[in-house]
């Protein structure tokens, strides 16, 4: 077996965080499963457009909330087999300012050197 080539140039971290995203439907909230400097793996229980940008707060423990503009790179709904409908999407980021990249940084290199 073929072990899947790595595309992602920064290390993600596995994490649970809270996220909200502003559609024109209304605020769906989801949750993190993993986050780069770069991106975000998020799942939610309604779908996201593919290649739709949308306004993101990702809620970081002892932290003020991140707000992004992340564009919609894939989504999968995950848990067919067991009934959960909740979806998974990639989400990279558009718009993430200079202090809250830095921030975020911080939080990635802590849960790496652990």
């Known amino acids: 077996m073929v ?12 994490v649970r965080w809270p996220v909200a995203v502003m559609s024109d439907q ?8 993993d986050i780069s400097s770069e991106g975000v793996a998020i799942f939610c229980d309604e779908p996201l457009r593919l290649d739709a940008s949308y ?10 909330t991140l707000d992004i503009t992340g564009r919609v790179t894939w989504s999968d709904l995950y ?5 959960d ?7 990279c980021f ?7 990249r830095v921030f975020l940084n911080q939080i990635i290199s802590a849960h790496l050197s652990q």
């Open 3 to 14: 072990a899947a080539i790595e595309r992602r140039k920064e290390p993600r971290i596995d």
């Open 85 to 91: 409908t909740a979806v998974g999407m990639g989400i």
């Open 79 to 83: 848990g067919m087999e067991n009934g």
């Open 55 to 64: 306004h993101i707060a990702v809620t970081l423990p002892k932290h003020e």
């Open 26 to 33: 209304g605020t769906i909230k989801g949750e993190t499963r």
């Open 94 to 100: 558009v718009e993430l300012s200079g202090e809250n």
